[in-house]
């Protein structure tokens, strides 16, 4: 009985089955276009548009207000089509922006953390407008911003900067016992270092790594009281100018008195 029903089936013509694979391609290029149309629909949707830009963290040079005036205009896309890597360059574009962290919060919301530099320094020429940050980072900036009136000059290559910071930590450490401050640090493309403090003071420090540079400074501020009163003088700012150049010595510049000083032998 079974072999009578398996040889009465006939197979399905071809002209048949051609007609079932078209009917099937139909189907599915009408169900992606379909989808395709559903798809643009909704990216395009106004309900999708970023309409809120919610900023927080570190905004003390700028307002949340003020920074999404800045970057509204200029971020493209809605919700789902924004490219956040273009949308956090625009944040970080800003004047004080160290780096912003965005994201999208569904339907139509952009939350952005942002961190700012922290100005620790005046960058290069007395004619520029750059900024160093606590991290050793130069960036562009309004000087007349900065949390404090009184910042530092640090002067040399783009490249040195974390360089020169750290030298400024550490010689600015040294004259603390002093009450002096280092006004301007200088770093040439020789790797020379000199400085001037507060009080108007110049210093060549020399060539040399920055712990041989350091030893030269704290040999003179070990000594230099003993010189000045031998010429009747009193505190690190009545030194004009100072050499450590010297290779047994330094030579010294007392207000109106001039002078070499020999190092003493070390005992």
């Keep these: 009985m079974n072999s009578a029903l398996l040889h009465s089936a006939e197979p399905v013509p071809l ?4 007609m079932n694979f078209a009917a099937l391609g139909l189907a599915l290029i009408a169900g992606v276009a379909a989808l395709t149309a559903v798809t643009r629909w909704t990216l395009a949707h106004p309900i999708f548009g970023v309409t809120r830009i919610v900023v927080e963290g570190d905004t003390t040079h700028h307002s ?7 970057v509204a205009s200029r971020i493209a896309g809605n919700f789902f089509t924004m490219d956040l890597s273009q949308a956090r360059s625009v944040f970080e574009s800003v004047p ?9 919060e569904f339907p139509n919301r952009l939350r952005v953390t942002i961190e700012e530099h ?10 520029e407008s750059r900024m160093l940050n606590t991290h050793g980072e130069i960036f562009e900036a309004n000087a007349g911003e900065a949390e404090s009136d009184d910042l530092p000059r640090l002067v040399g290559s783009d490249g040195q900067s974390q360089t020169m910071l750290q030298m400024y930590h550490q ?8 009450d002096a401050t280092v ?3 200088n770093l040439s493309n020789q790797g020379a270092w000199s400085m001037q403090l507060d009080s108007g003071t110049e210093m060549e420090l020399g060539l040399g790594s920055q712990d041989m540079v350091l030893a ?4 003179f501020l070990a000594t230099h009281s003993q010189v000045l009163a031998t010429y009747q003088r009193t505190g690190l700012d009545r030194v004009e100018s100072v050499d450590l150049r010297h290779a047994q010595g330094y030579a010294i510049r007392i207000r109106g ?9 070390e005992k």
């Design 257 to 265: 008195v001039s002078t070499l000083v020999t190092a003493q032998p």
């Design 171 to 178: 010689v600015q450490l040294a004259f603390k016992p002093f």
């Design 183 to 185: 006004e301007r640090l």
């Design 216 to 219: 030269r400074l704290r040999k």
């Design 64 to 70: 949340a207000v003020s920074l999404q005036a800045n």
């Design 15 to 18: 002209d048949v089955r051609l």
């Design 96 to 104: 004080w922006v160290r780096r912003a962290t965005v994201r999208r």
């Design 118 to 127: 922290r100005s620790m320094g005046l960058w290069g020429a007395d004619t």
